[in-house]
């Protein structure tokens, strides 16, 4: 069973914007903490930023101020607005539950920033 579906991703210039989504499950959604997470070419994936049930929010200090974070409850969804991206933007997007109740990866989103 598919439990994590990201899209949006594409490819842009610097300095473009991207707004990506992630349809989620609801066993997946309810009660937790959700994040986006990312992972570059012979780099480890890295949480990019995460959002409680509550809509509290953090982000990594190098997107911060740029990348947006939300999700609606009442559609399990959760959706990563990204302005003035930067070639180190370029890397897979995932999404899936924050800190110890993630589940297994979806397929993710290509996102790729070209100079």
Known sequence: ????????????????????SCAASTTIFSGNDMGWYRQAPGLQRELVASITSGGGTYYQRSVEGRFTISRDNA?????????SLK???T????????????????RGTQV????
């Open 1 to 20: 069973q598919v439990q994590l579906v990201e899209s949006g991703g594409g490819l842009v210039q610097t300095g473009g914007s991207l707004r990506l």
């Open 91 to 106: 890397a897979v997007y995932y999404c899936n539950a924050a800190d110890t109740y993630i589940v297994d990866w979806g």
């Open 87 to 89: 070639p180190e933007d």
């Open 75 to 83: 559609k399990n969804m959760v959706y990563l607005q990204m302005n």
């Open 112 to 115: 790729t920033v070209s100079s």
